[in-house]
């Protein structure tokens, strides 16, 4: 993780307005769990380049692990305006609707999320009823 946050690091030494480094800084930092500077660098690399769908993303799901529920909510809904295909986006929204109590929303997500991928789904509910 540590070769990843540096490599990311150097992109952005040598460019340092370049969405696409502060995206990667992002996801380096979101792996082990560094979500506070994970959220910042999404937001940069948003700043230089709006609209991006792995930022949107990324930047949701760093915000559900933060518990900034309603801004989780509105970048996973912007992600979903550019791509309404990708289960992850409907399982990571599905999350934020349980949390927001809006379990109607909740439950079409994860019918979405099926229909998507039904292996993901699977998954996904095995591991929440797996063992701590």
Known sequence: MAEAIQAAKEGLRLKPDSAEA?????????????????AA??????????GQFAALGN???AYLQLGRIEEARDALIQA???????P?????LGEVYLKLGRRDEASLEHEILMRLDRVLADALA???NAPI
């Open 22 to 38: 502060h995206l990667c800084l992002g996801c380096a930092l979101h792996e082990p769990g560094t979500f506070v500077e994970a």
């Open 126 to 128: 095995k591991s929440m």
């Open 88 to 92: 992850k986006l409907h399982h990571l």
């Open 41 to 50: 660098a999404y937001q940069k690399s948003l700043e230089l380049s709006p």
């Open 59 to 61: 930047l949701g799901d």
């Open 80 to 86: 979903a305006s550019i791509n309404s295909n990708d």
